[in-house]
């Protein structure tokens, strides 16, 4: 595992959607190292998965406002993936409390980090065009 570096790439060019992906790495980045540290604390790692879900959520409403505002055309389709993966990180999330161990810990940094930067980049981005320049 390695941290998430933020770059040019990932930027979708509206400010509160870029400082809330950038706030989505942070957490992401320090659910890593609360995974690398020399003494697995599965409570650390709880801490910090309830702030990355709350953001999560929070995130994804925000963004689907401003999706609304701009009239996105692929609103649904890009609403059904926000779900898809809220379903997904929970379900990893229910998995980690039943059994804290660092392998389900581990398992929802992989999935939560590949399919953010990969939400982002192939997804996120598609929205440039509408939202440049929207304040909010
Ligand atoms: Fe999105």
Same mark, same amino acid.
């Given at each position: 595992?390695?941290?998430?570096?933020?770059? =040019?790439?990932?930027?979708?060019?509206?400010?509160?959607?870029?400082?809330?992906?950038?706030?989505?790495?942070?957490?992401?980045?320090?659910?890593?190292?609360?995974?690398?540290? =020399?003494?697995?604390?599965?409570?650390?790692?709880?801490?910090?998965?309830?702030?990355?879900?709350?953001?999560?959520?929070?995130?994804?409403?925000?963004?689907?406002?401003?999706?609304?505002?701009?009239?996105?055309?692929?609103?649904?389709?890009?609403?059904?993936?926000?779900?898809?993966?809220? =379903?997904?990180?929970?379900?990893?999330?229910?998995?980690?409390?039943?059994?804290?161990?660092?392998?389900?810990?581990?398992?929802?940094?992989?999935?939560?980090?590949?399919w953010?930067?990969?939400?982002?980049i192939?997804?996120?981005?598609?929205?440039t065009?509408?939202?440049?320049?929207?304040?909010?």
């Open positions: 595992m390695s941290a998430i570096a933020w770059r =040019r790439q990932l930027s979708v060019g509206q400010p509160s959607i870029d400082e809330d992906h950038k706030h989505l790495i942070e957490y992401l980045n320090d659910l890593d190292v609360a995974l690398n540290a =020399r003494v697995f604390l599965p409570a650390r790692v709880a801490k910090i998965l309830m702030k990355l879900l709350e953001y999560t959520q929070e995130h994804f409403s925000r963004e689907e406002k401003i999706m609304q505002l701009v009239r996105y055309p692929k609103f649904d389709d890009h609403v059904r993936q926000h779900h898809e993966a809220v =379903r997904m990180i929970g379900e990893l999330s229910g998995h980690f409390s039943r059994d804290p161990s660092h392998q389900n810990a581990e398992r929802i940094y992989t999935f939560t980090a590949n953010l930067v990969n939400h982002i192939m997804q996120d981005t598609q929205l065009p509408y939202v440049r320049g929207v304040w909010v």
